[in-house]
C-alpha cells in the first residue's frame, strides 16, 4: 500500500521529492523487513523456500506483469474512451465487449492449446498478442473511431489475455509439492493482485506526468484537452507495451517444461511376483 502511495504522490510532489522518496524508502523497508521475519519464523506466513523454483518465480513474475497490464490498459482505455471521445459510462462499458468476449472464448481454448503446445509457448503467443494488441493503441489519435481503432486491437489484445492466464496458472503449480499447493495457489492470485495495484499506480503517474510535460511546452493546451491527454495515455501504453515484451522474456528464458516420468522398469524379483500373483 506504501508503494502504490507513494507512485500516487509522485505524480503530485515530482519523483525526486523528498516525501516521494521517503514514500519509497519506508516501502523498501517494509518489505525486507517482511522477508526477515519470514526467514525467522518457524511457520511463516509465505515459505520464501518455494521460490526456488525457477518456473514458479517466472510465472509469478508473468502474471504481476499480466496484472499489471490488465488493470492498467482497462483504466487508461476508459479514459480515452470518455475523456478523449466523450463516450458516457454505459457507451464505454459496451465498448469493451469485444475484449471480453475474446478472453472469455479463448480462454475456454487455451488449456487444448497449453495441452498440445506446451506451457511456454502458449504463454508467450498470449504475452506477443497482447504486446502487439498495446502496441496498436499506442496510435490512438484524438478523433478516433471505434470500431478502426480499437475493436480490432480490442478482440487481438483479449485473445492474449485469455491464452496467458491459463498457461501461467498452470505454470505456478508446475512441480511445487502437495504441501505447498495451498501456498502457490495464493501466491499466483496475490502476484496479479500486487501486479494490478502498482501497475496501475504507476502508470497512473506516468501519464500524468506526460500530459503535464505536453502542456507545459505548448502553451495553447489545457490539461484537460484532448490532445494533452491522448498524449498521456499513449506515452503509458509504451510503457505497457515494454512490460508485456519483458513478460514474453522471462516466459521463454526461465519458464521449463515439467520433466516427463519415466516407468521404472520391475526388476527380476518384483516380475517373478507378478508373475505368481497373474
Keep these: 500500500m506504501l508503494l502504490v502511495y507513494a507512485a500516487t504522490r509522485a505524480t503530485t510532489d515530482g519523483w525526486g521529492a523528498p516525501v516521494t522518496l521517503g514514500l519509497f524508502a519506508g516501502a523498501a523497508a517494509l518489505v525486507l523487513a517482511f522477508v526477515a521475519i519470514e526467514l525467522r519464523s518457524p511457520s511463516p506466513l509465505l515459505p520464501l523456500r518455494i521460490f526456488r523454483s525457477q518456473t514458479l518465480t517466472a510465472a509469478n513474475s508473468a502474471m504481476a506483469i499480466v ?30 465487449v469485444g475484449f471480453a468476449g475474446a478472453v472469455v472464448v479463448v480462454s475456454n481454448i487455451a488449456q487444448v492449446i497449453v495441452g498440445r503446445f506446451g506451457v511456454r509457448p502458449t504463454l508467450t503467443a498470449g504475452l506477443l498478442a497482447s504486446a502487439v494488441s498495446v502496441a496498436l493503441l499506442t496510435r490512438l489519435p484524438v478523433h478516433g473511431h471505434y470500431f478502426w481503432d480499437l475493436f480490432p486491437w480490442f478482440v487481438l489484445g483479449g485473445a492474449g489475455m485469455g491464452l496467458s492466464f491459463v498457461p501461467v496458472t498452470i505454470a505456478s503449480l508446475t512441480g511445487v509439492e502437495r504441501a505447498d499447493a495451498g501456498v502457490a495457489s495464493g501466491l499466483i492470485n496475490t502476484s496479479r493482485q500486487i501486479g494490478g495495484a502498482l501497475g496501475l499506480a504507476a502508470v497512473s503517474a506516468i501519464a500524468a506526468t506526460s500530459t503535464s510535460h505536453y502542456v507545459d511546452a505548448h502553451a495553447a493546451v489545457t490539461a484537460s484537452s484532448g490532445v494533452a491527454l491522448d498524449h498521456g495515455f499513449q506515452t503509458a501504453l509504451y510503457v505497457l507495451t515494454g512490460l508485456l515484451v519483458v513478460g514474453a522474456l522471462i516466459a521463454v528464458a526461465l ?20 508373475e505368481e500373483a497373474a
Excluded at 256 to 272: M, N, S
Design 67 to 96: 496484472g499489471a497490464v490488465a488493470f492498467s490498459e482497462f483504466f487508461l482505455l476508459t479514459l480515452y474512451l470518455q475523456d478523449v471521445l466523450h463516450y458516457s459510462a454505459m457507451e464505454s462499458g459496451a465498448a469493451f
Design 255 to 274: 519458464l521449463r517444461a515439467p520433466a516427463p516420468r519415466t516407468q521404472v522398469a520391475p526388476d527380476e524379483g518384483e516380475a517373478l511376483v507378478l
